[in-house]
């Protein structure tokens, strides 16, 4: 008997659509994230990307369509039932809180798991402290790809950090989640190219650590140099699809990006 498994689907997106009253962000879109791809939303400002994220994560609720995790539908349930799921998430702007140390950020990306929140702390003291013990242990996980750049900064408050140490504080958290998706916004926005290399070369050990990752990026090189497949929206709607030499030369993704460039001159 022939058995052809192909790709393990971590992620599916059926006919996603997003209205916010006359405008339609996302539009019918549809697309795929297989386990241990690296796979890169591109697209001119305002394409929707960060639309589909909000969708995915569940910041925002879909007027229509279908997104699978693993099999199962998370649209209808709340943001924190999907983190719990295995969706952890970056922000465009960063979201880091100020006051909180590096490692306290970092911390509560752990908290869907430990379950060391509110009930915890009134319920079995043991179990509470192991949790405790646990998620102090996973920072250390999580920080190990940063580690030149965080340990060090560890029990300083976030707000001193570096525009980038904030980034990696956040990249940190969301790794901490322990995460089956990771979505990236824009993780090298106002970087300088050196440190764009190095998100470059983090990004790739996060999938070779088993990490799937959609990313939204729009520094092309970045795009070209990591992705496995690229995916392309304008409008709302994904216009292009394929491996990243061939969306590159796709006259519709030229003119998509020509187009809006030359307008917006
Ligand atoms: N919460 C919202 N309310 C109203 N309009 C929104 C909201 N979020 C995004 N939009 C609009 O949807 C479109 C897509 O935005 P976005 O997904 O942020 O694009 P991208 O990330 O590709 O730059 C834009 O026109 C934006 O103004
Ligand atoms: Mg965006």
Same mark, same amino acid.
């Given at each position: 008997?022939?058995?052809?498994?192909?790709?393990?689907?971590?992620?599916?997106?059926?006919?996603?659509?997003?209205?916010?009253?006359?405008?339609?962000? =996302?539009?019918? @879109?549809?697309?795929?994230?297989?386990?241990?791809?690296?796979?890169?939303?591109?697209?001119?400002?305002?394409?929707? #990307?960060t639309t589909v994220f909000n969708l995915?994560s569940?910041v925002l609720?879909?007027?229509?369509?279908?997104?699978?995790?693993?099999?199962?539908?998370?649209?209808?349930?709340?943001?924190?039932?999907?983190?719990?799921?295995?969706?952890?998430?970056? @922000?465009?702007?960063?979201? =880091? @809180? &100020?006051?909180?140390?590096? $490692?306290?950020?970092?911390?509560?990306?752990?908290?869907?798991?430990?379950?060391?929140?509110?009930?915890?702390?009134?319920?079995?003291?043991?179990?509470?402290?192991?949790?405790?013990?646990?998620?102090?242990?996973?920072?250390?996980?999580?920080?190990?790809?940063?580690?030149?750049?965080?340990?060090?900064? /560890?029990?300083? &408050?976030?707000?001193? /950090?570096?525009?980038?140490?904030?980034? !990696?504080?956040?990249?940190?958290?969301?790794?901490?989640?322990?995460? #089956?998706? /990771?979505?990236?916004?824009?993780?090298?926005?106002? *970087?300088?190219?050196?440190?764009?290399?190095?998100?470059?070369?983090?990004?790739?050990?996060?999938?070779? $650590?088993?990490?799937?990752?959609?990313?939204?990026?729009?520094? *092309? &090189?970045?795009? *070209?140099?990591? +992705?496995?497949?690229?995916?392309?929206?304008?409008?709302?709607?994904?216009?292009?699809?394929?491996?990243?030499?061939?969306?590159? +030369?796709?006259? !519709?993704?030229?003119?998509?990006?020509?187009?809006?460039?030359?307008? +917006?001159?």
């Open positions: 008997m022939e058995s052809v498994s192909g790709p393990k689907s971590v992620l599916e997106i059926r006919g996603l659509t997003r209205r916010f009253g006359g405008l339609t962000a =996302v539009d019918r @879109f549809d697309v795929d994230v297989n386990e241990g791809e690296i796979v890169s939303l591109v697209g001119p400002n305002g394409a929707g #990307k995915i569940g609720r879909p007027t229509a369509g279908s997104v699978r995790l693993l099999g199962r539908e998370l649209v209808g349930l709340p943001a924190h039932r999907i983190t719990h799921q295995g969706v952890a998430r970056t @922000f465009q702007n960063i979201r =880091v @809180f &100020p006051q909180l140390t590096v $490692r306290e950020n970092i911390l509560l990306g752990t908290h869907h798991w430990t379950r060391s929140g509110m009930l915890g702390s009134v319920t079995f003291w043991p179990s509470t402290l192991r949790a405790e013990r646990a998620a102090q242990a996973e920072v250390h996980t999580a920080i190990d790809l940063f580690r030149e750049r965080l340990e060090a900064r /560890l029990d300083d &408050p976030a707000f001193s /950090l570096s525009y980038a140490n904030r980034r !990696r504080t956040e990249m940190a958290r969301a790794l901490a989640a322990r995460p #089956k998706l /990771l979505l990236l916004d824009e993780p090298a926005a106002g *970087m300088n190219p050196y440190e764009r290399i190095e998100v470059a070369g983090l990004i790739r050990s996060m999938r070779d $650590r088993g990490l799937t990752i959609f990313l939204i990026e729009h520094h *092309m &090189p970045l795009v *070209m140099e990591i +992705s496995d497949r690229v995916v392309v929206m304008d409008h709302g709607v994904k216009i292009a699809e394929g491996l990243p030499k061939e969306v590159h +030369s796709n006259p !519709r993704v030229v003119e998509a990006y020509l187009g809006r460039r030359a307008a +917006s001159a």
